[in-house]
T-cell receptor, first 107, second 114 residues
């Protein structure tokens, strides 16, 4: 499975869009990009996933570059409750969780 | 529709004892995954099971750890002769299909070894 690179932390003002980047330069053609988040010590929560096309759901949008070597998770209007560690995962088989990005949403 | 359930939520064991962690997948899910998370670290894959079969145990320590997912009942992660280094949060996830389906996680079991 391809490995991912994410910044260790990011800050975002409440109400603004949070854009979380992820590099996955070794991704192969059949690997999906998944995003999960972990709030405090709870179980990870599924956010969104995609293969080639951009995806949007009620939680977020996922933008995947044309060469699929990177992606961006967008939380359109961040709230304090979005403060969490966000994991970008690429998988064909088992999930590999890296260190993720700690998103701090500030008032 | 209940989510993934894990019990106990907190488990305290003394060195040398056995720990049994249980996971009931979401209704309709037949695939179960176990992960371990040490403090300040990401989740590490341990084992992937389908009913009565171990599909991938590449993340399981070679000794003292075992997992099962019987035809009836929850999946069990068993740790024999626990040591302090086993202290961690253990998360279970389930999916309805195999590897290309999103996994839904339980709340975890926090194991403390004294």
């Amino acid at each position: 499975d391809a490995k991912t690179t994410q910044p260790p932390s990011m800050d975002c003002a409440e109400g603004r869009a949070a854009n979380l980047p992820c590099n996955h330069s070794t991704i192969s053609g059949n690997e999906y990009v998944y995003w999960y988040r972990q709030i405090h010590s709870q179980g990870p929560q599924y956010i969104i996933h995609g293969l080639k096309n951009n995806e949007t759901n009620e939680m977020a949008s996922l933008i995947i570059t044309e060469d699929r070597k990177s992606s961006t998770l967008i939380l359109p209007h961040a709230t304090l409750r979005d403060t969490a560690v966000y994991y970008c995962i690429v998988r064909a088989n088992k999930f590999y969780f890296g260190s993720g990005t700690k998103l701090n949403v500030k008032p | 529709n209940a989510g993934v359930m894990q019990n106990p939520r907190h488990l305290v064991r003394r060195r040398g004892q056995e720990a049994r962690l249980r996971c009931s997948p979401m209704k309709g899910h037949s695939h179960v995954y176990w992960y371990r998370q040490l403090p300040e670290e990401g989740l590490k894959f341990m084992v992937y099971l389908q009913k009565e079969n171990i599909i991938d145990e590449s993340g399981m320590p070679k000794e003292r750890f075992s997992a099962e997912f019987p035809k009836e009942g929850p999946s069990i992660l068993r740790i024999q002769q626990v040591v302090r280094g086993d202290s961690a949060a253990y998360f279970c996830a389930s999916s309805w299909g195999g590897r290309d389906n999103e996994q839904f996680f339980g709340p975890g079991t926090r194991l403390t070894v004294l």
